[in-house]
């Protein structure tokens, strides 16, 4: 079985924070992603890597970088957090093929405050 | 653009009936299409696909969908439904020409199925 393991289940940072969320597959696979779930907006794609040291903003970059120093970890990194960065964070991973499924992690609810 | 609509922010159905989760989706080429179901407090997890060859597809938990091309449409459907089945379900889009092998999922807002015993 696929897993992916985000760092955190929950956290609370502070205002100004720098913020580090981990995530981690086993299963070899090239593209990975990070999303953010809002009530009534479903997922929305934050950055996404193809592959090692490569990376691609998605739709709502602004806020956020991200790193893939190697293949199996991607980490979203919140430069200074800011009370509208409060949501659930998905971390995903899936083979390079598009008829693929992508895999999630079980999310990391980040309260900023 | 791409997109995918599920026009149901809720959807209630009594056990043991029929349900259905709508999704619509618009995109330039030919689509894989996909469901993920996520119940509370976890991630998403995978129920079926689309990709190609007979419309209909047959998924994880008793799920079913139907592609059908002329309406756009890719919904999912259970012919009984359990209580077990109560969760927030999402529609996925790929468009392949856009997507190019990187992987990217164009999401819904979510429905949530309430089914009551």
């Known amino acids: 079985d696929v897993k992916v393991t985000q760092s955190s289940r929950y956290l609370v940072k502070r205002t100004g924070e720098k913020v580090f969320l981990e995530c981690v597959q086993d299963?070899?696979?090239?593209?990975m992603f990070w999303y953010r779930q809002d009530p009534g907006l479903g997922l929305r794609l934050i950055y996404f890597?193809?592959?090692?040291?490569?990376?691609e903003k998605g739709d709502i970059p602004e806020g956020y970088s991200v790193s893939r120093e190697k293949k199996e970890r991607f980490s979203l990194i919140l430069e200074s957090a800011s009370t509208n960065q409060t949501s659930m964070y998905l971390c995903?991973?899936?083979?390079?093929?598009?008829?693929?499924?992508?895999?999630f992690g079980q999310g990391t609810r980040l309260t900023v405050v | 653009a791409q997109s995918v609509a599920q026009p149901e922010d809720q959807v209630n159905v009594a056990e043991g009936n029929p349900l259905t989760v709508k999704c619509t989706y618009s995109?330039?080429?030919?689509?894989?299409l996909f469901w993920y179901v996520q119940y509370p407090n976890r991630g998403l997890q995978f129920l079926l696909k689309?990709?190609?060859?007979?419309?209909l597809v047959k998924g994880s938990y008793g799920f079913e969908a139907e592609f059908n091309k002329s309406q756009t449409s890719f919904h999912l459907k259970k012919p009984s439904a359990l209580v077990s089945d109560s969760a927030l379900y999402f529609c996925?889009?790929?468009?392949?020409?856009?997507?190019?092998?990187?992987?990217?999922?164009?999401f819904g807002q979510g429905t949530t199925l309430q089914v009551k015993p």
């Open positions: 689309y990709i190609t060859g007979d419309n």
């Open positions: 890597s193809y592959d090692v040291k490569m990376k």
């Open positions: 996925a889009v790929r468009d392949p020409i856009i997507s190019s092998n990187t992987g990217k999922l164009i």
């Open positions: 995109v330039s080429g030919n689509p894989y």
């Open positions: 299963m070899d696979h090239e593209n």
């Open positions: 995903a991973s899936s083979l390079t093929r598009d008829s693929a499924e992508a895999f």
